[in-house]
């Protein structure tokens, strides 16, 4: 049973900055790709950033400058990095990871992230 743990959601002031962190129960290794997606609430799950085991990135507009997403295969975690948050980056933010082994995209249970001051 492959998990995704998540960890780092929390409350911030508009401005402020959070890491979320994500670390899967078998080796980063395995995974093609590895990224955080995002649901608000009454919206669809949107993708926020990836990033691939060769180290390929891609982000949505709305975050393109403000998040950056990196991998630590000696730690096994990926992480999101959030500066200057706003209040439309409210949401719960989930870890999503590609095994190409199984053809299969597999999720973490989701963190909350709520800005507002």
């Known amino acids: 049973q492959v998990q995704l743990v998540e960890s780092g959601g929390g409350l911030r002031q508009p401005g402020g900055s959070l890491r979320l962190a994500c670390a899967p129960s078998?080796?980063?290794?395995?995974?093609?790709?590895m990224g955080w997606y995002r649901q608000a609430p009454g919206k669809q799950r949107e993708l926020v950033a990836h990033?691939?085991?060769?180290?390929?990135?891609k982000y949505a507009d709305s975050v393109k400058g403000r998040f950056t997403i990196s991998r630590d295969n000696a730690k096994n975690t990926v992480y999101l990095q959030m500066v200057s948050l706003k209040p439309e980056d409210t949401a719960v933010y989930y870890c999503?990871?590609?095994?190409?082994?199984?053809?299969?995209?597999?999720w973490g249970q989701g963190t909350q992230v709520t800005v507002s001051s």
């Open positions: 999503n990871g590609y095994l190409p082994f199984s053809r299969k995209d597999y």
């Open positions: 078998g080796s980063i290794l395995s995974f093609y790709r």
């Open positions: 990033i691939t085991s060769g180290g390929s990135t």
